[in-house]
């Protein structure tokens, strides 16, 4: 079946400092959502990334999907505390219903 | 806003019981999702249903089953519990239109003694 997995797992940054996250597939996805989950509580939508090559961004926030629609990033400039949290990616399949495979995620600690 | 609501933040039951996780959602979604979450390994799929009375397996459905009698209550039940069975369970739900994201509930974290 599909998997989805996250590169690192874990990640301690100096706040300022930058962070990405990186999301790999083992087959091809037809869009790619990204969710924050803050420590304590549930995750959280934050964009999707649907077309080849596509890069959106949210303030300091920079998601890419890329070219052959395998893999995903999330880049983080000059981290603030507010960052801590788990970040997901979740991929769908073409044709899967509703169903997404998501990530193993990404744990970010940001050090005062 | 939606709302998805989790009948138990805390939950605590014994190997062998019968257990019934309840979730309801607000928003007239089609769609509802149950996962576990455990460290390490993110969210896992165990079933979803994309209208009342339909399922489908997730990944992870050995142990489980689930109703949709009402459109807006998804029901997870663990037929007969098992310690590996201890997990943070989320309900997520979404709209029929495709590539919609999913809402989730504040989780049950389930302890199996």
């Known amino acids: 079946g599909q998997q989805v997995m996250q590169i690192p797992q874990y990640q301690h940054v100096q706040e300022g400092e930058d962070f990405t996250t990186y999301c790999n597939s083992s087959?091809?996805?037809?869009?790619i959502q990204w969710y924050k989950q803050r420590p304590g509580g549930h995750p959280v939508f934050l964009i999707q990334?649907?077309?080849?090559?596509e890069v959106k961004k949210q303030k300091r926030l920079t998601f890419q999907f890329g070219e052959a629609k395998k893999n995903s990033s999330l880049h983080i400039t000059a981290t603030q505390t507010t960052d801590v949290g788990t970040y997901f990616c979740a991929g769908r399949n073409s044709g899967g219903y509703q169903k997404v495979t998501f990530g193993t995620g990404t744990k970010l600690q940001v050090i005062p | 806003d939606v709302k998805v609501t989790q009948s138990s933040r805390y939950l605590v039951k014994r190997t062998g019981e019968k257990v019934f996780l309840e979730c309801v959602q607000d928003m007239d979604h089609e769609n509802m999702f149950w996962y576990r979450q455990d460290p390490g390994l993110g969210l896992r799929l165990i079933y979803f249903s994309y209208d009342v009375k339909m399922k489908e397996k997730g990944d992870i459905p050995e142990g489980y089953s689930v109703s949709r009698e009402k459109k807006e209550r998804f029901s997870l039940i663990l037929e007969s519990a098992s310690t590996n069975q201890t997990s943070m369970y989320l309900c997520?739900?979404?709209?029929?239109?495709?590539?919609?994201?999913?809402?989730f509930g504040d989780g049950t974290r389930l302890s199996i003694l």
């Open positions: 990334l649907v077309k080849s090559g």
């Open positions: 997520a739900s979404s709209s029929g239109s495709i590539n919609q994201p999913q809402h």
């Open positions: 087959t091809t996805l037809s869009n």
